[in-house]
């Protein structure tokens, strides 16, 4: 388990990694984190003859808030995600989610853009910025481009991502002060990745009527799934125990995931009512924690 | 040989010597040792199930830089002498191997060719460029297949895939049926499994060409079998070989037979006349090391009314893999020759096959008869199910009492010094059996569904040479050791076991200093090197208190003996009564009570060593003792495992509340390393029942060969384990120890299975076969219809 | 295949700087062990699962087996090598030596090494944070128990010293 040979690129500047991947093209693979890469070096299943080390690119790990948005860089770890004391405030759902990824010595290293990019459907990172509805900066030498995060999730491990362009940055919308949310994982080992999951924001007003819901799904799907049907359908009614498990039923219903031989696809449908169901219940008592 | 239960070392709890260099760094494993010129190797290896092997190209390979060569099947026969097993055993076909295939493969990872280069990232690079022409074959993967008519052979030298198969039959089943109140039938299905050592395989050999030697630095549980078969295999005299094993991060078995890939390191030093050393990757590990279990059993239990078991009949079938490492029946045997344990039944028999596949083989894994006390209680449980009684009331019914001791089980093991009711008993009354019966039903009322499961284990633990007689297995259960007193007075010893990890360096010290009278700080036992210990059988089972720990506290209190005599000059006394020698003192009993003599052990070792005509008559010079001891045909401890669970039924997933364990192991050396085993073998056994599995594809494809993809169980799957001891020592061993280390995995796999069943009572399944997957239970769930509405409304609704 | 130039690469690994001549490729794992002869971190996946091979990057853990030794070029790293300084043990060795908390110790490096670094993140972690924090390092010897208790023991003696 040793990698195929490279040559190891390490720029100190954006615009350095943006020449190194216009000049190697295909032949370039960007190196943030490694903790996806790494293995798939190891194994061989990537051997590209350029590698660009990132990491020196300090300037891409940030998190700030920009008019009403929260900025992260490309290149900011899982970890300050999870301890970050703005980011609990400002947009929880990423925090507690980003807590989960791995494990501890696995989120110090690994990244936020490393995740998205790898684009792995179980993996949190993407479920969040799906339903969240975040932006993804990405930049090449002839300038940049803002893509919503779930066009930018094409498939299993594809984004819209074109040769010698590179992510610098998301941009995820703030969650509101008494808005309720949650997140919700089953994985076979604490850490591993989720059979299935659930992420949902949600908010009340006075007397329960439910005026915005996010809902997404992960793990089912060659990536993540909004659930805007079932949003719009339920808005305007009161948010009771029956409207959550109509909900649920239908979160099972609008999916088909792949039938697999060690789970089946009916299985991962149980799992995301039973997910859904926990998280609405779980976001609604999070609901206007402002009080 | 007991009487003495008072021990000044032996049962203190001292902390483990080895641990400082461990917790620093400096523990000193396999691959920290370093040759100069060490080349690398990388196997090719077959990346189908099953195919003939048309061509192998290795050209591209060769003419890589750094690239010393590339070996096959071919050169390996001209350089090795083939495995033959053939033990003269009834139902077993004798089979054979080459050190690597050379007409075909037989396993997804079965390794081709072997690629010699100047570093292992080299290895890798010119493996990928050695081109293999493969036709490819059907490829049995389940040992329905293997039986079917027709089936293809794995080995084309046998006449079909069972290559093993025995039945045998005590007292009259068929009349115990014919009487019974009622036939219970139960089937368990466990999967398979692989060992997973934290340190993979490896070695490193060494051919000196001048004095033509083969050093093989290993780590291995048994250092001299394996000094035998790599002699054996090189065609060298066993005086040409030296088996050195350093620090070893796990064995739990695997590190036991001589592998192909060893033997081809070991052949391949000698031909290029330079140290070669093999780092097996995880992957290669996980595919292609050894696997372990996959065996299938169903019993037939006839019972009356009251739950009192009057026959037992076992149909077993192990899926055994593609190659014999070991003889086919040897684990398959064990579980049937010893699955009664605990009980009191007379009327048994069973039935056994062992298959071929196209799968890794098998070998033995922490409990080689896992499975045991799974089937044995499951029946039990199967039978209050079907009858409407108790579980705990079916146990006791059928208990071994005190005074059925000893009691010779139906395949004629003879059980003494046991407690099996007496462990059940404790661990009942531990998690109160009464006041769980009552949360359960509350639970129940709120869609929770909390089980208890119960397990007593008998565990086969220290093999005797006489038990190897009776099950027609060449070998040998004896033991040797050495004790030497050197000049200055400090303690040597050494023994034929080697440890991956249990933390022999302590208690074995204790063992030696009980023996002979001195602090164990100053012993100090060597182990691991042929050259320096004894010719022993090395670590397996449960062997290492009894058949070690045992043949060292013998051979200590001989090398006490010697001391005396010495002293008795020294002091011109006539015989050495009334003297012993403690903390390193000879001490003299004057008026009913011990007196220091002023005599020191190095006062006496320095006469033996620098003055020996001063030595008593007939006394030789020199404190140099040997012993060997060969124990009992089989010793036994027992336990009761209880487990308490929580299924959560709308996604099947299991979660330990409570895990207790009554164990009686007897006499114990040290019991924090014997708590450490317990802990381990639980932990072991729950991760298994739990989370691991190797999966084949239908095509024989390896899907589990990451770590990623292999689950072992991490911090937070593991309950911790409440353990009540108890410590009936065996009359028979020296100092009455009985081994212990495996029944953990027994008892876990049954008491959690058990626990699972008991909290999907509701649902009216029962399920049989492992893992306990949440994907599997809610299938189970699912298939039954009859789910209540509360159930339904559970899975839906209300947490 | 291409075969990458070696790098001229300066790492300072335990407060000593190396300069060495590296293949690109490998791994930190590798080259902590081979070319310093740092073997107290152990490689037993590869592919950043068992955690065996924790190691620190600026302080914080990390696995070397998914990190390229070029990259540590501007960075500290710390091995087990350096925990211990001389003959004392730090509390977290010392109570996973009182506690049991190791058999064949070949996981035991990459467990100190990432307790090292969370117990200063975290002086007084509960058991379930305690476990969290674990769940990255396989053990196939203990059950993790006594190593949950050794940390939490060290954890109280830390902070203990701390007060003084």
Known sequence: MKPASFTYHRPGSVAEALKILARYGEGAKLLAGGQSLGPMLNMRLARPEHLVDLNDLIELDYVREVSGMIEIGALTRHHRLASSAELKWSCPLLSQAAATIGHYAIRQRGTVAGSLVHADPAAQIPLIAVTLGAEVVVQSSKGSRVVPAADFLQSIMTVDLKEAEMVTGLRFPMQGPDEGWAFEIFSRRHGDFAMASVAATLSLDGSGVLSALRLGLGGVGPVPLRMQEIEAGALGAVLDDALIKRLARQAADAIEPEEDALVPAVFRKELIETLTARALRHAVSKTGRVQ | MTGDTTFSHIGKPLLRREDRRFLTGRGRYLDDIVLPGTLHVCFVRSPHAHARIIGIDAEEARALPGVIGVFTGRDLAEWTAPLRLAPPIEGLHPVEMTTLPIHKVRFHGDPVACVVAADRYIAEDAAELVSVDYEVLDAVVSADAALSQGAVLVDDSLPDNLVSHQSF?????????????????????????????????????????????????????????????????????????????????????????????????????RHLRRPVRWREDRLENLTSASHARETLCRTRTSVRADGRILGLELELTEDFGAYCFYPANYMARVIAMILTGPYRISDYAFDVKVVLTNKCGNGPMRAPMAITSWVMDGTIDAVARELGLDPLEVRRINALRQQDLPFTMPTGEVLEDVTPLETLEAAAKAIDVEDFRARQAQAREQGRYLGLGICTVVESTTYGSEFYKAAGIPGSGHEAAWVRIEPSGAVNASVGLMGTGQGYETPLAQAVAEGLGVPPEVVKVHMGNTDIAPYGMGSRGGRGATAGGGTLFLCAQKAQKHVLEIAVGMLNLNDARGLRLKDGIVERMIDGAWVDTGISLADVARRAYLDPTALPEGVSPGLDISYTYDPPPMTYSNATHVCEVEVEADTGRVSIARYIVAEDCGTVLNPLVVRGQQQGAVAMGLSGALFEEVVYDESGQNLTATLADYLVATSCELPSIEIIEMNTPNKRTPAGIKGMAEGGIMGAIGSIANAVNDALEPFGVALEKLPLTPQSLRALMREKDQVTETVTEVRTGKE | MTTAEAKSVSIVVNDETYDLMLDPRRLLSDVLREDLHLTGTHVGCEHGVCGACTILIDGRPARACLTFAVQMEGHEVTTIEAVSDGAELTPLQQALHQEHGLQCGFCTAGIIMTFEAYLQENPDPSEAEIRDVLSGNLCRCTGYQNIVSAVSKAAAVMRERGRE
């Open chain 2, 169 to 269: 039959s005590s007292g009259d089943v068929a009349a115990r049926r014919a009487e019974a109140d009622r036939t219970v039938e139960a089937k368990f299905q466990l999967h398979r499994h692989t060992h997973v050592p934290l340190e993979t395989r490896g070695c490193m050999a060494d051919w000196d060409a001048g004095r033509e030697h083969l050093t093989m630095h290993i780590g291995t549980q048994v250092p001299h079998p394996l000094r035998s078969q790599l002699a054996a295999r090189l065609r060298l005299e066993e005086t040409a070989v030296t088996v050195i094993s350093p620090d070893v991060g796990g064995g739990f078995g695997q590190k036991i037979a001589l592998y192909r890939e060893e033997l081809t390191v070991a052949a391949l030093s």
